[in-house]
């Protein structure tokens, strides 16, 4: 089942599907080891702006040790989390503190990009100006509890009428996606704001203490998973993904999920339309088609961003990555060079129309003030 897309902004789909279906080939023409800057008896930090055990968390720690391998002078990466404000204090630091050397580097999610698009007065960080060396799309997998008695998407409008406890960071981050999603779907849902991250709201969830959750792929496969093989929790649905035409179709890491789209056909009888779902597409794009990337700060010297964006190639295109990197991240694409250059301006770009909607609909639903 298949959506189309027809009032999707259709330049920024346009740039946007350029990129992601472009395959990352571009390798070993980039420069070589011996004309790079050496990173040699250093110490790298990268910071993650959430609580370990999180989507973002898991990304980083699978990647650091490969940049630590293919970066010139093989330096220690030490993966360092900052929670905070959904992911704007560690952002706001980042802005402060890091420093323009290679040493320094900082890894965003959904909920960095999110508050930058909607004007968010915590926001003090301008991501635009930062430095992307990589950029990955990701997916998002809806779950419950078993207790709620139902056993798959099919069943979820038994659920509408039923308070259901969601735990969230705050209504403006990467949890916009999902509310917009279960409003969509007329599910009761009551928001347990002031999580650190998608990890923590996880961590309430296997404490009985919210009903529904959302993690993105690579959290989903190593901490979600087990629970749904010990039946602890019922997977439902998928974000889905955006196809070479412009089309959500289904995760290929999660094929047999429905995602949101199907699913509003099986509650309502008909194709998603409307401005709800039109907003909900445009920030499913800036949270998701580069839900994850690594940074450089502003100012750093462009040999010194050559040589990360050179690393990147080599440690994407080093044997078994790909097998790898789909047991822990999920199959998508890896974005290097010009590829995570490209995508994430088009992340980060919204219309104002957009926004203004976003803004209002926070602000009578949420009590959001920007």
């Known amino acids: 089942m298949k ?47 959430f609580k370990e055990g999180g989507g973002s968390d898991t990304w980083a720690r699978f990647f650091g040790p490969r940049f630590s391998q293919h ?39 959904a909920s960095t990009q ?5 004007g968010d007065s915590r926001v003090r960080y301008d991501v635009k100006r930062w430095n992307v060396i990589m950029a990955t799309p990701t997916g998002a997998v809806v779950y419950v509890r078993p207790e709620l008695g139902i056993k798959n998407a099919s069943e979820l409008a038994k ?43 996880r961590l309430s969830f296997e404490r009985g203490e919210v009903d529904i959750d959302f993690q993105t792929t690579s959290a989903y496969l ?45 509650i309502h009888g008909k194709k998603p339309t409307g401005v709800e779902y039109n907003v909900w597409k445009t920030f499913f794009v800036a949270g998701f088609a580069a839900q994850k ?37 999920g199959q998508y694409p890896q974005l290097v060079h010009e590829d995570a250059v490209n995508t994430l301006n088009s992340a980060l770009t919204i219309s104002e129309t957009d926004k203004q909607w976003v803004r209002n609909y926070l602000t009578e639903n949420y009590n959001a003030r920007f």
């Open 3 to 49: 959506i189309k897309l027809s009032t999707f902004a259709p330049n920024r789909l346009k740039a946007m599907l350029v990129v992601l279906a472009a395959t990352s080939g571009i390798s070993s023409a980039y420069a070589n080891n011996n004309e790079e800057v050496s990173f040699a008896d250093e110490r790298v930090e990268w910071v993650v702006p």
């Open 71 to 109: 970066l010139n002078g093989k330096p220690v990466v030490v993966v360092k989390n900052i929670p905070g404000g959904g992911s704007t204090k560690g952002a706001n630091r980042f802005e402060r503190r890091g420093k323009a050397n290679g040493l320094n580097v900082f890894s965003t999610s």
């Open 114 to 118: 999110i508050p930058y698009l909607l």
């Open 159 to 201: 659920l509408q009428g039923q308070k259901l406890k969601f735990g969230s960071q705050r209504a403006a981050s990467m949890d916009l996606v999902g509310l917009l999603a279960f409003d969509m779907l007329d599910l009761d849902i009551h928001a347990i704001f002031g999580m650190k991250g998608r990890g923590s709201a």
């Open 222 to 266: 190593k901490k979600v998973q087990p629970l749904v093989d010990e039946g602890k929790a019922v997977p439902l649905m998928s974000f889905g993904v955006l196809n070479k035409e412009g089309k959500i179709v289904r995760d290929p890491t999660f094929p047999d999920l429905p995602h949101v789209g199907e699913v509003y056909e099986m």
């Open 293 to 329: 990337g690594l940074f450089l700060p502003k100012g750093t010297p462009d040999d010194v961003i050559a040589s990360w964006r050179s690393a990147a190639q080599r440690v994407i295109d080093q044997d078994n990555f790909k097998e790898e990197s789909e047991l822990v991240l």
